[in-house]
Structure formats: structure tokens, C-alpha cells
């Protein structure tokens, strides 16, 4: 049974489903996507909009019984405008208009703000979104499936003509790890800018079976900030964190189409030439996305364009498709908060998440910062060449980071039941010293076996002492002494900094185990190390 609710009682009004839009044309003057949902065949609307009377409309199937007002929000559950619920493409269904004849037989408002409808309309509306979502859902499979039949899994005997689906459909290409999509681990590396991320990440962009992303999450950040000042105002924390958290479970279902509602420009047939720092990406520099990607992407990149030259623009589906093919998927980020912002995520029965929380001593945290990105930092490096705090240094970035890192560190090891077992703390400077070991540890957490290409990657990667020449290098090359670089910051950074910083972050400093300096004599006494030895708990 299908009944329309509303606050108000419903006059008699034309009605108009557009599915291939994905829209519904209401009555008054209040307009929402139409969602179908394979999980539970219910059609819904998302993206919900007030209208300019205050009514809101919902479609439910199968309720056998009227919905009163006061229960009406709750009972409806209506998605908010950052639902995770699936999206369809445009061609995976058709347009579906309730003739003229409704006008005259559609739904009447009751007493007490209750709806009838005719048995005509009734039926209408079942026979129709039934014979909707069906043609919807096997569309949508299909095209997830592309040319290979069964999914990833299993493919057709025929060869597709295009050498790229061809090797999407080599059974050679999908590791032994997808043998169930149980087996499938999402991981975070969940950190903050200039604390090892890039180096951490390509601890898991070199495994054959891990589909790694550097950063997507940069794409929300630019559209939000992109907007026009009216729209800035509107949006708050909130907001921007339920969109972080929407991107992320698509991608980690493999939906890379979903980034183009934030790629600017706007992608064409789903390509694109604005993917953020792609060459840091294996699977997005290689075969089958990239077949001229060859040995270039499993090595060090010399700069950020030898991926986009040597591949091209950027075929998302493809790329969703090489996703799909491979075992996990990996994601680095900078612009999540704290911990407690991914708790949707760790429930979301649909993901088996595993947090790496990557920490690092925030006086080096703010060295790196200093040299990388001099422009946003040059109050600070005034004061570290001369001695002088300039008026208008400011410490609340810092500090905020700071306070972050303490608040995630303190709910991961309180081992809260949302984030048992799906939460590791790592300080960068124990996997600078230790990187083949910490590595091991990485990938026990994570629940996978660590690939010889990343253990071949350590060995190549870890023991550089050239000094890089390029400032792209210095930024996010992963090539480096890491054991020299691990305390460096004590070399570069002034007395009277490090003291401001110790003040601001001693609590963070103490519960991560950093110990603070008294004197310069203390600061550049390099034979005692600062980072105290201190083992963090895996959650089980």
C-alpha cells in the first residue's frame, strides 16, 4: 500500500513522477530526488527541501497504517541532504507521469491531517515504482558490472573490444583476497597536514590488492569553499563533516563517479583532467586506467604531472572499475577533525573500517609546516630567524591541531565499543626508525599480509640522505633518510618557538609521549632522543 503524507490536508492537484530525473514534481511547491533502494524497496526522497507553507511530503511503501503528525518525521525517516542512499545513472531508468485523469482521483485529504487515496491511485503508484525500481536496479548492476558478467568475479567468454576492459576482465588481475567481498578491509589513515601521511601512505599504495587515494577529500573542501558568501554562511561544521563522510563511504564501495558533484570544473562523460594529486596513486597511474602507466607508477614520481602526461585525463568509471578489481581500499586524509567524527562510518554495516591514527610531535609538525608552505608561515619564520614573536603570529591553527590530535588519541585508547578493533595509534617517529617493523604491525591491524613490493619499497625508500633540490620534493617526496628525519626539527627550529609550543600542547606532548626541552643546550643535544619509548594498545 502507498500513502502520501503530508502536515495539511491535500487538495486535489496533479501529480507528476519524473524517474529518470530522479525527481517527484509535488502538488505545492516542494521538490526531492527520488532514491530507490535495492536494500529495502522503498522509495523515498532525499535532499529534502522545506517549502514556502513549512509542508513536507514523504512516500511510503507497505505502511498498512495511517501516520499522525506528531510521528510523521520520525516514522517517514527522512534522509538528510547528505544520505549515503545509492545513486543511479541517468540512463538506468524512464520518465513515469501520472496522466491528466489523476487530477480528478488522486489523493483527498482526511480529518484530523490524515490522507485517502483512490484504489486507482493506489495501485497506480505500487505497479509503478515496483516496475520502476526493478528496471533501476538491473540497470544499475549491469552498468557496475560492465562488460564483465557476474560483477569483477567472473567474466563473459566474449572479449570486450577496448584493451582497458579487456584487462579488467583478466581473472589474473584480481588477488586472491577478493575471493569473498566479506574480505574486504576499508582503511583510513586518518592524520593532519605535515605528519608523515604521504611516507605512511605508500605503505599501502604499494600492496598489488589495496586501491589507494590520496587526499579525495580536498575536492569537498575546494566546492565548499568555492561557494558563493550566502552559501559559505549557511554551511557549518556539520555540514562539511556529513559530506567528508558521504564521499567516503562511496568511495570505499568504489563509486568514484561520486566525486564529480565536487571536481571543478565539472567532469564531461565522466573524465576528468582535476583529479587532486593523482600520480600518488598506483591504481590510478597504472593498468587498466592508465595502460601506459607501466613500471612509473610503482616507483618514487619526480613531480605531481608525470601521471596526468603520461595517462591522460582521468576515467572515472574506469577508475571505479579498477576498484572493484582490486581487494581494498585505502584513503589518506588531513581535513577530518578528531576520531569521533568517523563514528557513523565504524557502524555503517556496509564498511569494515580500520582507523590508522598516524600522530606526530607537534613542534615537528610545525617545523615542516614552516618549510613547506613559507607564505601562510612567514610570521613564524620571522620569529625563528630573529628571535622576535611578531604581533601577528597565529598560534590557534596549532593549537587546534594540537587539541585535535589529544581528543582522537584519548577516545581511541579509552576503547569506546564503536571503534573496538577498528583504531591503531601510530607516532610516525617509531615508523621512521622502525619502518619494516612498524609496517608489519600496520598490516596485522589491517588484517592483511604485507606484499613483497612493500617490503621492496622500504628498503628502497627509507635510507636516502640526498637532500631533495625541488620544493615539490620537499613537500610530498617519500624518499628520504627516515631515521635522520624523525627528530630533524630540533636542527631548524628556535628556542623560544619550541618553548611557546610546549606550553600550548604539553597535554597532548605528555600523552603521547614526547618529552619537552628546558634549554637549547637540551634542544640540540641530539644523542638524547625526545620521543620517549611507549606502546599503544591495540584495540581487540
Not at 231 to 236: E, G, I, M
Amino acid at each position: 500500500m502507498v500513502e502520501w503524507y503530508r502536515r495539511k490536508p491535500l487538495e486535489e492537484e496533479h501529480l507528476i513522477l519524473d524517474a529518470k530525473n530522479k525527481t517527484i514534481i509535488l502538488p505545492a511547491d516542494l521538490r526531492g530526488r527520488v532514491v530507490f533502494s535495492e536494500q529495502d524497496s522503498s522509495l523515498q526522497l532525499s535532499d529534502l527541501i522545506e517549502g514556502d507553507r513549512g509542508e513536507y511530503w514523504c512516500v511510503v511503501l507497505g505502511s498498512p497504517d495511517y501516520i499522525d503528525d506528531d510521528n510523521y518525521i520520525s516514522k517517514c525517516q527522512i534522509p538528510n541532504a547528505y544520505s549515503s542512499a545509492p545513486r543511479l545513472p541517468e540512463e538506468s531508468v524512464t520518465s513515469l507521469c501520472f496522466p491528466r485523469w489523476l487530477q480528478h482521483v488522486g489523493c483527498r485529504g482526511g480529518g484530523g491531517g490524515r490522507m485517502e487515496c483512490s484504489w486507482k491511485t493506489v495501485l497506480l503508484l505500487v505497479c509503478a515504482s515496483l516496475g520502476v525500481q526493478y528496471t533501476a536496479i538491473r540497470t544499475l548492476r549491469d552498468s557496475l558490472s560492465g562488460p564483465c558478467h557476474g560483477g569483477v568475479y567472473h567474466c563473459q567468454s566474449r572479449q570486450p573490444k577496448d584493451s582497458r576492459w579487456r584487462a579488467l576482465c583478466d581473472d589474473s588481475m584480481l588477488p586472491m583476497e577478493m575471493s569473498a567481498a566479506a574480505s574486504r578491509r576499508h582503511i583510513l589513515l586518518f592524520t593532519t597536514t605535515r605528519s608523515g601521511s604521504s611516507f605512511t601512505g605508500q605503505l599501502f599504495n604499494q600492496h598489488p590488492g589495496i586501491f589507494y587515494v590520496f587526499e579525495p577529500l580536498y575536492h569537498v573542501q575546494q566546492a565548499f569553499t568555492n561557494s558563493s558568501s550566502r552559501l559559505r554562511r549557511a554551511l557549518d561544521r556539520r555540514a562539511l563533516l556529513g559530506a567528508y563522510r558521504d564521499l567516503l563511504l562511496n568511495l570505499y564501495t568504489c563509486d568514484l563517479r561520486f566525486l564529480e558533484n565536487y571536481i571543478h570544473p565539472e567532469p564531461q562523460e565522466h573524465i576528468t583532467g582535476s583529479f587532486f594529486r593523482r600520480s600518488s596513486s598506483r591504481a590510478l597511474c597504472s593498468n587498466p586506467v592508465c595502460p601506459e602507466g607501466g613500471e612509473g607508477a610503482s616507483g618514487g614520481q619526480p613531480d605531481e604531472t608525470w601521471c596526468p602526461k603520461k595517462c591522460g585525463a582521468l576515467n572515472l568509471t574506469l577508475a571505479s572499475m579498477a576498484c572493484l578489481s582490486r581487494g581494498h581500499v585505502a584513503i589518506k586524509t588531513v581535513r577530518v577533525p578528531e576520531v569521533g567524527d568517523l563514528r557513523t562510518l565504524t557502524e555503517d554495516p556496509r564498511l569494515d573500517l580500520r582507523i590508522v591514527h598516524l600522530v606526530r610531535d607537534p613542534r615537528a609538525i610545525l617545523a615542516s609546516r614552516m618549510m613547506a608552505f613559507s607564505e601562510q608561515f612567514r610570521a613564524w619564520k620571522i620569529w625563528n630567524a630573529t628571535g622576535r614573536k611578531p604581533r601577528y603570529v597565529d598560534l590557534s591553527q596549532i593549537t587546534s591541531t594540537c587539541r585535535d590530535m589529544a581528543e582522537s588519541a584519548e577516545t581511541g585508547l579509552q576503547r569506546p565499543a564503536w571503534l573496538r578493533g577498528r583504531y591503531l595509534l601510530v607516532r610516525y617517529e617509531d615508523l621512521a626508525l622502525n619502518p619494516a617493523e612498524k609496517a608489519r604491525e600496520l598490516y596485522k591491524f589491517v588484517g592483511l599480509e604485507m606484499d613483497e613490493n612493500v617490503r621492496l619499497w622500504i628498503a628502497q625508500n627509507t635510507n636516502n640522505s640526498v637532500p631533495s633540490t625541488s620544493e615539490w620534493n620537499y613537500k610530498y617526496s617519500t624518499t628520504r633518510d627516515s631515521k635522520a628525519t624523525a627528530e630533524s626539527w630540533r636542527l631548524r627550529l628556535g628556542f623560544d618557538i619550541v618553548r611557546t609550543l610546549q606550553t600550548l600542547c604539553n597535554d597532548t606532548l605528555s600523552l603521547l609521549g614526547y618529552r619537552v626541552v628546558h634549554s637549547v643546550a637540551d634542544l640540540r643535544n641530539m644523542s638524547n632522543s625526545l620521543v620517549e619509548p611507549r606502546t599503544f594498545q591495540t584495540l581487540l
